[in-house]
């Protein structure tokens, strides 16, 4: 199973600090930015929706974002 081979680590100045995801946690993750994660015989192919795309998901499914972050999600240069 990919999800089982894959993690999430935060990166600070003072290293990293490792996420292991449950299948769920992942699945919803992966629906979310539009990820498409395949395992193929040379390693894993990524592709993801745009910053816009991913934008307009999270304003359509009522996830709470102030309105500066969804602009600079939107790729918008001017916050108005």
């Given at each position: 199973m990919l999800s089982e081979k894959l993690e999430?680590?935060?990166w600070s100045d003072k290293g990293g600090t490792e996420l292991?995801?449950?299948e769920?946690?992942?699945q919803a993750i992966v629906q979310l930015l539009g990820l498409s994660v395949v395992e193929a015989d040379e390693g894993l192919k990524?592709?993801?929706f745009t910053k816009e795309s991913v934008a307009?998901?999270?304003k359509k499914m009522?996830?709470?974002v102030t309105p500066e972050q969804y602009?600079?999600?939107k790729g918008d240069t001017d916050n108005e």
């Open positions: 999430m680590i935060y292991p995801l449950e769920w946690q992942y990524f592709s993801c307009k998901r999270l009522g996830v709470l602009h600079w999600l």
